[in-house]
């Protein structure tokens, strides 16, 4: 990553906050009324540990998937670099183009590409993880663990469980819905609109968990 670029984007801190509270919401929201404390506490403890578990399982595919793609573009610039004819080389850009953009790209522009990434020197033997790969793997799992604390927190600071409950359900649908604005603002939507959807979606997994004995 190019220095002073976010480790991750926008959608990526969104997507793990969301999910850190979607996981969070499976234990809490099977609490019901007349759970006692230890129970509660039980079902704290292993909100946490499933989010820290997750969080470890998504960084570290986080990494496996960065350091896949980084190999991946490191031998499309090897075989760049040894194509015997540009035409071999236009085919492999455009191979590697979004479909969409390979549908207006003409042999102009590929042949430019080409030019300039001939320029390039060669890419390491092997794909390396660099610094920013652990730091943003790092953020992934902090986001997942970070996401329980909204979901969690008020079976801790209130000792009634259905004020608790409340509480935890409109603090996880008030983080979803920021969540969807976010989004909403950052693909130059309505923010309004894509944080509200965001929200019934957590709304109907609240329904959906409890009808199904929370």
């Known amino acids: 990553m190019t220095s002073g670029k976010a480790v991750l984007d926008p959608v990526e801190r969104v997507s793990e906050v969301v999910f850190g509270v979607l996981m969070a919401l499976t234990f809490t929201g099977s609490v019901s009324v007349a759970t006692g404390g230890g129970?509660?506490?039980t079902l704290l403890y292993a909100a946490f540990g499933c989010?820290?578990?997750?969080?470890?399982a998504d960084a570290a595919m986080y990494l496996i998937g960065t350091l896949t793609e980084r190999g991946r573009a490191y031998t499309l610039m090897r075989r760049?670099?040894?194509?015997?004819?540009?035409?071999?080389?236009?085919?492999l850009i455009a191979e590697a183009l979004p479909e969409g953009v390979r549908q207006v790209?003409?042999?102009?522009?590929?042949e430019a590409m080409r030019r300039r990434l001939a320029e390039l020197p060669q890419p390491p033997a092997r794909a390396r993880?660099?610094?920013?790969?652990?730091?943003?793997?790092?953020?992934?799992?902090?986001?997942?663990?970070?996401?329980?604390?909204?979901?969690?927190?008020?079976?801790?600071?209130?000792?009634?469980?259905?004020?608790?409950?409340?509480?935890?359900?409109?603090?996880?649908?008030?983080?979803?819905f920021l969540g969807?604005?976010?989004?909403?603002?950052?693909?130059?939507?309505?923010?309004?609109?894509?944080?509200?959807l965001m929200a019934g979606v957590?709304?109907?997994?609240?329904?959906?968990i409890v009808a199904l004995g929370g």
């Open 80 to 91: 760049l670099h040894a194509a015997a004819h540009p035409d071999q080389a236009h085919s």
């Open 39 to 41: 129970e509660i506490r």
């Open 180 to 196: 969807g604005w976010s989004l909403g603002r950052h693909a130059g939507t309505r923010p309004w609109r894509s944080g509200a």
């Open 129 to 176: 993880l660099r610094r920013d790969d652990y730091v943003a793997a790092a953020g992934i799992f902090a986001l997942v663990v970070l996401a329980t604390f909204p979901v969690a927190l008020p079976f801790v600071v209130f000792s009634d469980p259905a004020v608790a409950i409340r509480t935890s359900n409109a603090a996880a649908l008030a983080t979803l």
């Open 105 to 110: 790209v003409g042999a102009g522009e590929l």
């Open 202 to 208: 957590g709304a109907v997994l609240v329904v959906v």
């Open 51 to 56: 989010n820290i578990a997750w969080g470890l």
